[in-house]
């Protein structure tokens, strides 16, 4: 833990994996969870493909103007999440849904966020899953790429500033990694070395282009760090165990004041990059099928199943308890409104926190607005 | 009272201020041990240590990204770019992170970043040192843009500007550090301990945001104007004999429109004057304010001297310079117009 990025530079070449192909734990990276947080990690990955579903198809019902599926993806957000503190600060991509669901953010504060409704933590102001939740440590995503990531940087040299224990983390996609803000966030944080663990998410695709236009066929995106001096660990991001059991390390490291780490999780993105993308125009449908390290959630079952700890009956029972907690999520989310069922957001919160307090032009913006609305502010 | 200039000025004012308020950090390239280029935070790694006053490396991007982490983690940040003309790298940060983080979050999250940056031609510093980028901040929603013309509001703004939960962009216009310049650049510089408002308080005080001052009072015609053209606006009033009343705007952004409308209602001409480009500069906001609060009080069309909208050239800067001759006759066309 203590060993410089230059000794421990082939974690950046090799694939840490814990579960094998027998889905058997295995090697010096089993992390030796209990059966208690192995089935809440399945929970929690079951819960958060049952939301993505849900969600998927309320887009294609019009009922929300776009989502994004972090299909594929989830072992990533529930293992990472499972492994830090709930006072660590999580600066978030916009395919890590499963943070908010493992922190317990409710399911119907996320759902009217998508909403645009009467509950909307952005009172209308973002698209949606750009969701934020300050109670329970997680930042709000921009929509921009890679800007968060020198964001968690500045917030873990705010800990260390400050004296604090409390660790930042962020996550970017593989092509995200070409940003300037990316680089950015590497040198701050090898110049000053805060408790902080930068994320690649390197789910192959970034929309239509693969992960070599962003420079992954050349070296490893956790290679990226290595000519800072920052470790860099490269993780089988469907191998749930491997991610907690990297989590947990760069986590301690990070911790004791060893500074920053910089993962990448190999997986896959099982979905389209969005509502709004068609993948057929430009991948092969069977890819997923193919991929080397399969289903994250598959593979967590299989393991758990060999363990003896879960059957294929109580799989099916957990997936229908997930739906309908969903279900009535759902159903009470529409009950604070829609985009075209009411009730509505007063089109005067449109002028609201763009400061502190509401300056003088604004409120004769408001004022003009409502008045040719017929509405009174 | 004390004599300072515009440096010692917003150095006092980072002083008290960090001495007054813990989470205060200031970052920036070469803010720490060496004190900046200009000298502003000259010393307060001394006092306040390494973790308070930041080295940072050579990305404006980096710095002002990280300061807004800091200041989502309870710090209050004052980052320095080192020259206006170096802060484009970090324009996303500001425009699509810091200028909208309470809006886009509903209010709650926010960093209350100040940004501190010199401005401005009239140094030889061509075309990477010279520019007056303060237009393009002003019209984005979500943060306040300073710029003040003299070291009394440079302290009490900053300090303002450092203790408002908005983020501010602080423009401070280097060609008047050490003292008031006329625009003449072939008469010798002054120090600032010969102009009134050198006379800056030692102690804590501050000058609000969004307030204008009234530097001349006049009745023949209102010259709107901020930063070094205030010095060059009194200058070519004199000049031409005219009796002038000079609006220093100090706050941009939120503009003071009142006081405005109620010195244009009393002149019925005007004239705003600026050092960056004209074309979409800020003085067009300005005209298109005063035409439409002012309309029927107005005697002349309003008239508008900046600099040619070219980038700011080395070898010829005093012909790109808005300097007294250019002022005054403007001063002289608003006044023989109608």
């Not at chain 1, 929509?143 to 970017?172: C, D, R, Y």
């Amino acid at each position: 833990m203590e060993e410089p990025a230059k000794n421990i530079e082939d974690l950046s070449r090799t694939l840490v994996r814990v579960l094998d192909d027998d889905h058997e734990a295995k090697g010096p990276w089993d992390p030796s969870l209990d059966k208690g947080i192995l089935l809440k990690a399945l929970r929690y990955m079951v819960l958060t493909r049952a939301y993505d579903d849900r969600m998927q198809r309320v887009q294609r019902q019009g009922k929300i103007s776009f989502y994004i599926q972090s299909l594929g993806e989830e072992a990533i957000s529930i293992g990472q999440g499972l492994a830090l503190e709930p006072g660590d600060m999580l600066f978030p991509s916009y395919r890590n849904q499963g943070l908010f669901i493992l922190r317990g953010t409710e399911l119907v504060d996320l759902m009217c966020q998508c909403l645009s409704n009467t509950g909307d933590m952005c009172k209308g102001r973002q698209m949606p899953i750009m969701y934020q939740d300050p109670a329970r440590n997680i930042f709000s995503i921009s929509g921009n790429l890679a800007t968060q990531f020198p964001q968690a940087v500045g917030w873990a040299m705010g800990s260390a500033i400050k004296g604090e224990k409390h660790i930042a983390a962020s996550w970017v996609g593989d092509g995200s990694t070409a940003e300037a803000d990316f680089h950015y966030a590497l040198t701050f944080a090898a110049v000053y070395q805060p408790p902080v663990i930068l994320n690649v998410v390197n789910n192959q695709w970034a929309i239509s282009s693969f992960q070599g236009f962003a420079g992954g066929e050349r070296r490893s995106f956790a290679a990226r760090g290595l000519g800072l001096g920052i470790p860099g660990i490269r993780v089988d991001g469907n191998d749930l165990l491997a991610i907690y059991a990297a989590t947990r390390w760069a986590a301690e490291r990070a911790r004791s004041g060893h500074g920053p780490t910089l993962i990448e999780h190999v997986t896959y993105r099982g979905g389209a990059h969005s509502t709004s993308d068609d993948p057929s125009r430009y991948r092969p449908k069977d890819e997923w099928a193919a991929f080397p390290l399969g289903d994250p959630m598959d593979r967590l079952v299989q393991h758990l199943v060999k363990l003896g700890y879960w059957t294929d009956q109580e799989h099916t029972a957990l997936e229908a308890e997930m739906k309908t907690v969903v279900d009535d999520a759902w159903k009470e989310a529409v009950s604070f409104g829609t985009m075209t069922e009411p009730p509505f957001l007063g089109a005067d919160l449109m002028f609201e926190d763009v400061f502190k307090e509401m300056p003088d032009h604004l409120k004769k913006q408001r004022d003009e607005l409502m008045e040719l609305s017929g509405e009174t502010s | 009272m004390s004599q300072m200039n515009m440096i010692q000025a917003i150095n006092s004012a980072h002083d008290l201020i960090m001495e007054k308020d813990p989470t205060v950090v200031v970052l920036g390239e070469d803010v720490g041990y060496f004190g900046g280029v200009f000298r502003c935070t000259d010393g307060l790694q001394k006092k306040y240590g390494e973790h308070r006053v930041i080295d940072a490396p050579i990305a404006e991007g980096g710095i002002i990204g990280t300061a807004i982490g800091m200041g989502v983690n309870g710090l209050r940040p004052v980052a320095e770019i080192q020259f206006a003309d170096y802060i484009y790298p970090g324009f996303d940060q500001i425009v699509s992170e810091l200028a909208r983080l309470r809006y886009r979050s509903g209010g709650e999250f926010f960093s209350p970043v100040t940004i501190r940056t010199p401005c401005g031609g009239g140094i030889r510093g061509g075309q990477t040192h010279s520019q007056s980028p303060e237009g393009i901040f002003a019209h984005i929603s979500g943060i306040k843009t300073v710029m003040p013309s003299n070291p009394y509001d440079a302290k009490g703004l900053l300090i303002s500007a450092i203790e408002s939960d908005d983020p501010v962009v602080f423009f401070e216009p280097k060609r008047i550090y050490n003292g008031p310049f006329d625009g003449d650049p072939d008469k010798p510089g002054v120090s600032w301990s010969s102009h009134p408002m050198g006379e800056v308080p030692e102690d804590y005080f501050n000058v609000p945001l969004g307030k204008a001052a009234v530097v001349e009072e006049g009745d023949e015609l209102t010259i709107i104007c901020y930063g070094t053209i205030v010095h060059v606006a009194q200058a070519a009033a004199r000049l031409t004999g005219v009796r002038a009343e000079i609006i220093d705007l100090r706050t941009l952004f939120p503009l003071d429109v009142d006081t405005l409308i109620k010195s244009v209602e009393k002149t019925g001409r005007c004239l705003v004057a600026h050092e960056a480009t004209r074309f979409c500069g800020y003085g067009a906001e300005l005209v298109s304010t005063v035409q439409q609060e002012c309309f029927w009080h107005l005697e002349a069309p309003i008239e508008r001297v900046a600099g040619w909208d070219t980038p700011y050239p080395h070898a010829f800067e005093w012909k790109y310079f808005p300097g007294q001759k250019r002022v005054a006759a403007g001063i002289r066309k608003v006044m023989e117009a109608g």
